[in-house]
């Protein structure tokens, strides 16, 4: 089972520059959602999906863009870096309308520098 | 506006002993409470979990105790092991709501 995978692992941007953090999981889940680790900060919400052509903002949205063509995939995309958006990022899964006793399945995370 | 606080955002324990992790929150909607797991380089993994109808579950080594009129958690880890090393945060969340909280983190160590 690959769970929730997220590519690349690592990236570096030069500020301007755009780029797309992908992530696919293979358990059918419906719910899906970005967030993004600061130091200091914990995890924080930046877009979800709650199935397919269906995306909400989270906390953090500014600077994002997401898409939800297909129930595997959720992209995550960066129009402009800046160095604010250094952080690492990481994509969550799970069924929907089964309570939070279903806990969201994470990928390994993508670590962003932006220069 | 933090909504959820961890305030130590470190924990050295010794192997064998029971380590105390706490969080806190200013949500009185919340009503679910979460706690993961994680390792460097990894996302965070799924530990633990307690509804607000509870002040207690109990999973092994791994308690969770909530005091609702304090909006206090704490996880409880006892014996502690050297693999419990990780950070962990508190993520609490409403029912039907799919969006999780999560405090800022404490960093364990177990020291063998």
């Known amino acids: 089972n690959a769970g929730v995978t997220q590519t690349p692992k690592f990236q570096v941007l030069k500020t301007g520059q755009s780029m797309t953090l992908q992530c696919a999981q293979d358990?059918?889940?419906?719910?899906m959602s970005w967030y993004r680790q600061d130091p200091g900060m914990g995890l924080r919400l930046i877009h979800y999906?709650?199935?397919?052509?269906?995306?909400d903002q989270g906390e953090v949205p500014n600077g994002y863009n997401v898409s939800r063509s297909t129930t595997e995939d959720f992209p995550l995309r960066l129009l402009s870096a800046a160095p604010s958006q250094t952080s690492v990022y990481f994509c969550?899964?799970?069924?929907?309308?089964?309570?939070?006793?279903?806990?969201?399945?994470f990928g390994d995370g993508t670590r962003l520098s932006i220069l | 506006d933090q909504q959820v606080k961890q305030n130590s955002p470190s924990l050295s324990v010794q192997e064998g002993r029971i380590s105390i992790l706490n969080c806190d929150y200013t949500n009185s909607m919340f009503d679910y409470f979460l706690w993961y797991k994680k390792y460097p380089a990894e996302g965070p993994t799924f530990l633990i979990s307690i509804s607000s109808i509870k002040d207690k579950n109990e999973d092994g080594r791994f308690t969770v105790f909530l005091n609702k009129s304090a909006k206090h958690l704490s996880l409880h880890i006892v014996p502690s092991q050297p693999g419990d090393s990780a950070v962990y945060f508190c993520?609490?969340?409403?029912?039907?709501?799919?969006?999780?909280?999560f405090g800022t983190g404490t960093r364990l160590t177990i020291i063998p």
């Open positions: 999906s709650v199935g397919a052509g269906i995306t």
């Open positions: 993520a609490p969340t409403n029912f039907g709501n799919e969006k999780l909280t």
């Open positions: 969550a899964s799970r069924p929907t309308g089964a309570g939070p006793n279903q806990p969201q399945h």
């Open positions: 358990m059918n889940h419906e719910y």
